[in-house]
């Protein structure tokens, strides 16, 4: 079994890298293939659960049976989502806010799907992607250990029998996860290390105002004080910057952040 887990983490890397590698990093297509996706999951879930209640008849009693409405409410939460990342497919954030709730509703009523721990671990990669790990990283983490205990120890209230068995299978399913988050943390590093320039000069739309600010916004300076330093407003600041944004084709600082941070910026050719 664990043999089983080693090759699966070690072609799930490989893929990761050799997509990065085809791709090259390019952030418009990442973005549009995360589109497509939830489009194509849209249609097929709505399609799926849309036969399921009209063949099996189940909607005038969806809301009397705890399941059931569990089920309703979750087809609704994952097409909401869907949604969300057909219009901002940059905002990892939602994915992560789906993901916790769902985690925890899945403990509530279905406790011994192994889903649940699937669902966590989903919110922990968005929310590494989307760059917020950085900030507060204590608390974060700590909340998210907690959390990762609560759904081991969650079966104990069905006694010790039934808690040790579904201990194992989400201590596999969880070193599973684990060891892909920590993959694709090893990609990201090496596509720092193999492209570790930044190079502006590229992006001839660029002033070398902007460039000075994309290496501040890349340091973490405030609007504010990026404003202050060139005697303009923030908001003039803030419409700029969603401007360079949208050359460097970043949706947002957080994203830019996240994607950049770290690069070696390159101003003159």
């Known amino acids: ?74 087809v609704i939460c994952v097409e909401t989502l869907l949604i969300i990342l057909i219009i901002f497919p940059y905002k990892l954030e939602s994915i992560a806010i789906f993901a916790f709730i769902h985690s925890g509703a899945l403990l509530y009523t279905d406790p011994l799907n192994i889903l649940s721990v699937l669902m966590f671990f989903l919110g922990i990669v968005s929310l590494y992607y989307r760059g917020l790990l950085k900030r507060q990283r204590t608390l974060k983490i700590s909340l998210l250990i907690v959390g990762g205990l609560t759904i081991l120890l969650s079966n104990l209230r069905f006694g010790k029998i039934i808690f040790l068995q579904t201990l194992e299978d989400k201590i596999i399913c969880m070193l599973v996860c684990f060891l892909i988050f920590i993959f694709i943390i090893m990609g990201r590093n090496q596509m720092l290390k193999t492209n570790p320039v930044l190079d502006l000069s590229a992006y001839k739309e660029l002033t070398d105002r902007d460039k000075e600010w994309i290496e501040l916004a890349l340091s973490q300076e405030k609007y504010d004080n990026i404003a202050r330093k060139y005697n303009l407003s923030p908001n003039y600041v803030k419409n700029r910057m969603r401007i360079i944004f949208k050359i460097l084709g970043v949706p947002d600082r957080l994203a830019l952040l996240a994607t950049y941070s770290g690069c070696t910026i390159k101003k003159d050719e």
């Open 1 to 74: 079994m664990f043999s089983l887990i080693l090759w699966f983490t070690f072609l799930v890397k490989y893929h990761i890298i050799t997509v990065m590698n085809e791709m090259k990093y390019s952030n418009s297509k990442i973005y549009s293939l995360i589109r497509v996706a939830a489009i194509v999951a849209a249609i097929i879930i709505l399609l799926v659960n849309g036969y399921i209640y009209l063949e099996e008849r189940i909607l005038d009693r969806v809301f009397s049976d705890l399941v059931l409405s569990y089920r309703f409410l979750s």
